[in-house]
């Protein structure tokens, strides 16, 4: 068994693929419509694009629990999801030239470095560097 797809709910599928693309340096795998303005658009990391594909999942738009628990997360400062990166210090300025708006910066916390920022899309999103 392995891992081959994980979802992120995103409020506008449009606004997240231009943060995840542009932003974040991800490359679209797959843009299928799915009907009522709906796709089924998922993303791969530039640096591993045969790797785990991120779907981003219109759900909060249809499925009130979605919508519910995306925005408690929000509100407690919780990231959905985290993505590794090899050095934060360089990740955390190059994202924050961009406009990337973080809500914890770098930090240090055992064996692992985090920052946690917002994708602009309901999410907060963390990055790691193990140490």
Known sequence: MKIK???IPVEDQEKALEFYTEKLNFIKKIDIPVG????????VANEEQDGPELLLEPAPK???PSKVYQKALFDAG???TQFD???IEK???KLSN????FSVKPTEMGTVKIAVFDDTCGNYLQIVETL
């Open 5 to 7: 797809l994980v979802s």
């Open 36 to 43: 009522d303005g709906n796709r089924w658009l998922t993303l």
């Open 62 to 64: 249809h499925f009130e």
């Open 78 to 80: 919780i990231p959905y």
């Open 85 to 87: 990166v090899l050095d």
């Open 91 to 93: 990740e955390y300025e």
């Open 98 to 101: 961009l406009g990337v708006k």
